[in-house]
């Protein structure tokens, strides 16, 4: 069984600031998918990102990138330039490449941007 | 662009009795997902469907059950209720292209927060 796990509870930084959240994995698929999902205080869950296993090249979108080692097994988050929209629950996620699989994830990084 | 619906938003029952939450995924996505979150919990996995088949089943009570309709709507039956089903139920749904190797991202509706009293 996959495990995925983040071991920073909470973090907190003040606007316009650099953090990165952690993500660690554990697997013996080769063929899998890494993502990152926001969950503000309205509990909707929102996809920031996601990456290929497959791929060397790490994920970016916008603000958010992902520093991805295989090796290490290991998924970090990165946010720049950073917003008070940003305050969320950050969960890490894993699924295999079986097509209709269901997601796991971590126990999530409770992210406060302090202005 | 239209997203998940799931139907309803908040559910009040009692211990013991049955509940029934809907999902209706974004047009054109054939695979729907069901988790659960209880407070403070990370999402947990509970049960896949890709053209009204059950595909992937995770920690789902023997006292739930789902189904994928024609129209691709899924329901989710709980039974028997008890006080730890108290939770928020999200509904998933993604395009399976079945035979590509890529793996379609999930996108989640906004949950039925269901309260067992």
């Known amino acids: 069984a996959q495990t995925v796990t983040q071991s920073q509870p909470e973090m907190s930084v003040q606007e316009a600031e650099t953090v990165t959240l952690s993500c660690t994995y554990d697997?013996?698929?080769?063929?899998?998918?890494l993502f990152w999902y926001k969950q503000p205080p309205s509990r909707q869950m929102i996809l920031v990102i996601r990456?290929?296993?497959?791929?060397?090249q790490n994920a970016t979108e916008n603000r958010f990138s992902v520093n991805f080692q295989k090796a290490a097994k290991s998924f970090s988050l990165k946010i720049s330039d950073s917003q008070l929209g940003d305050t969320a629950m950050y969960f890490c996620?894993?699924?295999?490449?079986?097509?209709?699989?269901?997601?796991?994830f971590g126990k999530g990084t409770h992210l406060i941007i302090q202005p | 662009a239209a997203g998940v619906i799931q139907s309803p938003r908040h559910l009040i029952k009692e211990k013991r009795e049955t509940a029934t939450l809907k999902c209706y995924p974004i047009?054109?996505?054939?695979?729907v997902y069901w988790y659960q979150q209880g407070p403070g919990q990370d999402p947990q996995f509970l049960i896949s469907f890709y053209e009204k088949m059950q595909s992937d089943k995770g920690s789902i009570p023997d006292r739930f059950s789902a189904q994928q309709f024609s129209d691709y709507h899924s329901e989710l039956n709980m039974s028997s209720l008890e006080l730890g089903d108290s939770a928020l139920y999200f509904c998933?749904?993604?395009?399976?292209?079945?035979?590509?190797?890529?793996?379609?991202?999930?996108?989640f509706g906004p949950g039925t927060r269901l309260l067992v009293l």
């Open positions: 990456q290929e296993a497959y791929k060397q």
């Open positions: 996620a894993f699924t295999s490449g079986g097509g209709a699989d269901g997601l796991t």
């Open positions: 697997t013996s698929e080769n063929n899998y998918y």
């Open positions: 047009p054109r996505h054939d695979t």
């Open positions: 998933a749904s993604s395009s399976t292209r079945r035979g590509l190797a890529e793996v379609e991202t999930q996108y």
